[in-house]
């Protein structure tokens, strides 16, 4: 099945006779990460034959992209939809009309915008995220436990000690967006071997519920709250911390952005890579600083990147990347990334 796909006046018809066009509209706050937004949702809707389209219709609207889903899919794609990062608002076309009709909130569309490939066509509202939900999940009102003078304590809001190695707040756009690239949807296991205060253990967990996660971190204060999470947790130094070879489908983290941290970050992941399967992933978020850095000491030991963005959060700049351990899989990916790459 193909990943990505240009639509024309020959071939429109061939995929809207059993596919539906899905509609996808970026958060605000990640508005310029389209690239990695596209890929989240290709990753997450992998499981029910999402279809990008390189020229997607309304593509003079800002922050948005389409996806061909299967018609009978459409039940697990909705289900799927709760679960995305960077994208908030779903929309759906409908070309079973020569009407062309804007029932949705999107603002700016012309009826002239409603027509595509030379078929006209409806859109409205399919799906909005839940705005509770986000809340709820960030890291200012999620619950977590730290281990203070040996007692549990229970706390809200917990961003770390504030020290270089210690700040802790990964926004849940972010952590979703990062399990989503990881393909969670084949996962059996993923390891944080960064989890701190547990943005990606939580993520996880909320978008694939039996996945099992590891997580690891050299400060004692997070273990109960990660193993709170559901996470097998281990407290200790990453660079030595021992797992089983072939256990792990992902590695999915966010690094400590200090640069004194750079090369134990790099020992750490030479010492996890044999315990990645031979298809395994990597997805991390660094400092734009590590970036350079860590791509190439990833790539020196034997992992293809798949995706790489500069991710503006809140004024600082960082970078999103994922690598896989297969060159196969890698091949097999080069469609969307190559695709994915060449959008501005
Ligand atoms: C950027 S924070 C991770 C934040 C996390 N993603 C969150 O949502 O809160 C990086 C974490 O790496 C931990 N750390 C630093 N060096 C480490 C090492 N060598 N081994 C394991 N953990 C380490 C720090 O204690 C810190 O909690």
């Not at 990640?30 to 990695?36: D, P, S, V």
């Not at 034997?302 to 959060?313: A, E, M, T």
């Amino acid at each position: 099945m193909a990943s990505c796909i240009s639509i024309t006046g020959k071939n429109i018809d061939d995929y809207i006779k059993d596919h539906l066009v899905l509609l996808f509209s970026l958060r605000k706050s990640r508005i310029k990460a389209k690239k990695l937004a596209i890929m989240e949702a290709y990753f997450a809707l992998y499981p029910v034959g999402g279809i990008f389209i390189k020229n997607g219709p309304l593509g003079n609207l800002k922050g948005v992209f389409s996806f061909l889903i299967p018609e009978e899919n459409m039940a697990q794609a909705l289900s799927i939809l709760p679960t995305i990062g960077y994208c908030n608002k779903f929309y759906l076309l409908d070309f079973q009309t020569n009407t062309p009709e804007n029932n949705s909130d999107l603002k700016n569309v012309s009826e002239r915008d409603l027509v595509w490939k030379g078929k006209a066509f409806r859109i409205s509202n399919f799906y909005f995220q839940d705005k509770g939900i986000y809340e709820k999940q960030s890291v200012d009102n999620r619950k977590f436990i730290i281990l203070q003078n040996n007692k549990e304590k229970v706390v809200y809001g917990y961003r770390g000690d504030g020290s270089e190695m210690g700040r802790r707040a990964l926004p849940v756009e972010d952590a979703r967006c990062m399990v989503n690239l990881s393909m969670p949807g084949r996962a059996e296991r993923l390891l944080d071997p960064f989890a701190g205060g547990g943005g990606i253990v939580y993520s996880a967990k909320y978008i694939n519920k039996k996945i099992k996660v590891f997580s690891v971190d050299i400060d004692p204060v997070v273990a109960p709250g990660l193993e709170f999470y559901g996470s097998n947790h281990f407290t200790g130094d990453s660079s030595r911390v021992r797992f089983p070879a072939a256990f792990f489908d992902s590695l999915v983290t966010e690094v400590p952005f200090s640069s004194n941290a750079t090369v134990n970050i790099i020992k750490a992941i030479n010492n996890l890579k044999g315990s990645l399967k031979k298809d395994g992933r990597i997805v991390l978020m660094s400092s734009m600083n590590q970036a350079t850095v860590l791509k190439k000491a990833i790539g020196d030991i034997g992992f293809y990147p798949y995706i790489s963005q500069k991710v503006n959060r809140k004024g600082t700049d960082v970078a999103i990347m994922g690598w896989i351990k297969s060159y196969d899989k890698y091949k097999k990916l080069q469609a969307i990334s190559s695709t994915v790459k060449s959008i501005s």
